[in-house]
């Protein structure tokens, strides 16, 4: 489990194709500093399992099967992209963002990227499904990133993917420690939809509410 506080910016160093997966390894000081073989990295949003560690070199290795590939924004990675960088909580870590499982929901695709003097305004648009468990000034996972959600709307025609949006309005200091400070229009990010809302409604169904 994660807090969707980011870590550490890492960067793809290289990725070997598989017959169904691929091998994909990612320098992170920080983050390979005090894990074990085995242990869950969040990359953008997405659980991977530390296969391979190498402290020297501050490089950890995971494998990601294709439906992992087909799910998320990992789609596509290449070797030099940079990635958000979270280890797995423990039991005396700070919560300072909200549960987040790094289990990816959907992909989405940033509609507009606003910059003002104190801080940048993004819409995200999000497939339609997962709107039922945004709230606004609730929590939401981008890419790995805990964030307020601060606007609910219809992205229309605006994205190619024609849903529903979410806006976020990002620090400066966010901007600089995740990859928002470099996506652009059209990117897409993991979105991970709050979890106690999809308890809350599993339960409520088995009730027959």
Not at 37 to 47: H, K, L, N
Not at 114 to 137: D, F, G, Q
Request: hydrophobic share 45%; net charge negative.
């Amino acid at each position: 489990m994660f807090t969707g506080i980011i870590e550490e910016l890492g960067q793809v160093e290289a990725i070997e194709q598989q017959q169904d997966a691929i091998r994909l390894t990612v320098r992170g000081p920080l983050a390979v500093s005090d894990v074990n073989r085995g242990d869950s990295i969040s990359v953008s949003g997405t659980c991977l399992t530390a296969v391979e560690i190498d402290k020297a070199a501050g490089t950890f290795t995971a494998d990601v099967m294709n439906e992992t590939l087909r799910l998320t924004s990992l789609k596509g990675i290449k070797a030099g992209d940079r990635v958000n960088l979270e280890r797995a909580m423990t039991a005396a870590t700070r919560f300072g963002g909200h549960v987040v499982q790094g289990h990816v929901d959907g992909v989405g695709q940033i509609i507009s990227v606003e910059p003002s003097e104190n801080w940048t305004w993004v819409r995200i648009a999000v497939p339609a499904e997962l709107m039922k468990y945004v709230v606004l000034k609730g929590s939401i996972t981008l890419d790995g990133v805990s964030l307020t959600v601060n606007e609910v709307g219809d992205a229309g025609e605006a994205s190619e993917l024609k849903n529903s949006y979410v806006g976020v309005s990002l620090i400066p200091e966010t901007l600089a420690l995740t990859t928002f400070g470099v996506k652009q229009p059209g990117d897409l990010v993991n979105v991970e939809a709050d979890v106690m809302a999809k308890h809350i409604e599993r339960l409520l169904a088995a009730r027959g509410i």
